[in-house]
């Protein structure tokens, strides 16, 4: 096998490795995520711009 194809083989297998375990990570936290939606921030009011009073 040439130099270039066992790189590439290497950086591969990285890849899939690295995605396999990220998928598993992603897994677990969906699955242990708090079943109690979070609270929505209330909305402010616009801010009425003021003037500077001489």
Excluded: C
């Excluded at 990570?25 to 929505?40: F, K, Q």
């Excluded at 209330?42 to 500077?52: I, S």
């Amino acid at each position: 096998m040439s130099l270039s194809m066992t790189i590439f083989s290497m950086i591969a297998a990285w890849l899939a490795i690295a995605f396999a375990m990220l998928w598993g990570i992603l897994r677990i936290a969906r699955r242990h995520a708090p079943a109690v939606p979070v609270p929505v921030r209330r909305e402010r009011t616009p801010l009425v711009p003021r003037h500077a009073t001489a």
